[in-house]
């Protein structure tokens, strides 16, 4: 008898202990129905490379606003939210560190879980790598990688449920109006693994009249077109953003042979040829624009607003047209106990509400804009803040927007690729510490072992 007390009690201390392991920055609502039966679990992870200082935390906290009869105004938790509309009342929201060795340890620990065939039911995260700001104060850049550093990667080891018997009964998104082109980045050979939610183009915007370039008619230019171009191709395509320049050398990895599918010489004649654009510029007329990547707002909002027509000239690939860089998604933990519940969280974070709420701040501000089409185009369908203002494009940026995504050719998700064309671009222009040769051999070195270790 006080063997088997002895042995019950040992294994009432063990489950003790395996309760306290759950991860400490995981938020849970109202306890689940059913006795006994495991939260759905959440990963949020969208504030890495962010520089908006609210987090998400606080946002989903305060996620929807009422008035009340007295004129004051409440809030509702996104748990709560998505409770009244149907769906599970038992969702744990886990956040992940925003920086540093804490959110390592995190990640690795996570990682492994994800391996063992648990882990959260649904992710929720930015794509890539980010670098920010640790805090207002701006006392400390950081530098991270996403969950899934090759998405890709991710979906061909089938980590992901197949999504497209789900779709098909969606409640809240609207498929036929997400962009097709960007929503297939997510889908291979099993179906509809991962869902964007936004995305964005390496793209200079000029005032018209300034310039000669039009897309109409020239969609299918090639990156050395750009180099032999009018003065606004060649700026852009000397001075694209730096972090996303993998899209001038679509397809750059080949996923399935987990290597990249440009040859070193390859890479180093768009490196030089680059750097010769820049070099070429200094001493070139060209007219002032923005030249960076799509986002919500830009200089030309405060300071033109629809006064000018307005040309866009995205940045051309190797292969002719341009493609789009997706910079975060969602999907369902292939290993999920509840698919219905998660699928339920994931059709609300794809609907016209969910795009146009706080949760996307943290995604598009300065930096993307959603995948669903239609938001942006004026009043009505802005898009948040993260405070109690909803911003859209001007009617002359729209148009042209529309324009520029509907002659897409192509879409991959941001990885730690880009970073490594950012690093190269510091290191060439700030005085390399070898010759370029040697430095783009490291770095086609380095990204092709990414590539086969990750």
Known sequence: MKKLTATLLSLLML?????????????????????????????????????VFISVREFLRDYEAETTKGGKT?????????????????????????????????????????MAGKGPDVFVTLSGYGSHWDDASLSKLCREDSLFQFPKQAMERNMFLPLDDYIEKARFMEWDKLTTIIMETGKNEHGQLLLPMTYTVPVATFKSEDIDFRL??????????????????????????????????????????????????????????????????KEMKFPEGSISC????NWFDDEYGSENQLTMAPLFSRSGGYSAVVTSFIGINVNTNRPDDAFFIVDYLMSKEAQQSKLYTH??????????????????NGISDGDSKYHYMSENLYSEFEKLRANISGADFCTPLDAEF???????????????????????MRMNMMLAES
């Open 422 to 444: 950012f690093e190269l671009e510091g290191e060439l222009y700030d005085g390399p510490s070898k010759p370029v040769e040697e430095l783009v051999h490291d770095m086609y």
């Open 363 to 380: 995604m598009t501000w300065g930096n993307a804009v959603p995948t669903m089409e239609g938001l942006l185009s004026g009043r009505g």
């Open 15 to 51: 489950i003790a202990a395996l309760g306290g392991c759950r991860p400490k920055d995981a938020e849970e609502s109202r306890a689940p129905e059913g006795g006994g039966a495991e939260p759905l679990r959440v990963f949020i992870d969208v504030e890495f490379g962010s520089n």
């Open 294 to 297: 799509l986002m919500p707002l």
């Open 74 to 114: 409440k809030y509702k938790s996104f748990q709560t939210v998505i409770a009244e509309l149907g769906g599970p009342e038992d969702i744990e929201l886990e956040f992940a560190p925003k920086c540093g060795d804490e959110r390592d340890a995190y990640m690795t620990a996570l990682r492994t879980e994800i």
């Open 216 to 281: 109409d008619g020239n969609t299918g230019l090639t990156w050395r077109d750009m180099l032999s171009g009018p003065p606004e191709l060649v700026v852009s395509a000397a001075k694209s953003h730096a972090s996303m320049q993998s899209a001038a050398l679509y397809p750059i990895a080949d996923y399935k042979k987990d290597e990249l599918a440009i040859t070193e010489e390859e890479l180093l004649d768009y490196v030089t040829s680059r750097k010769d654009a820049y070099e070429q510029c």
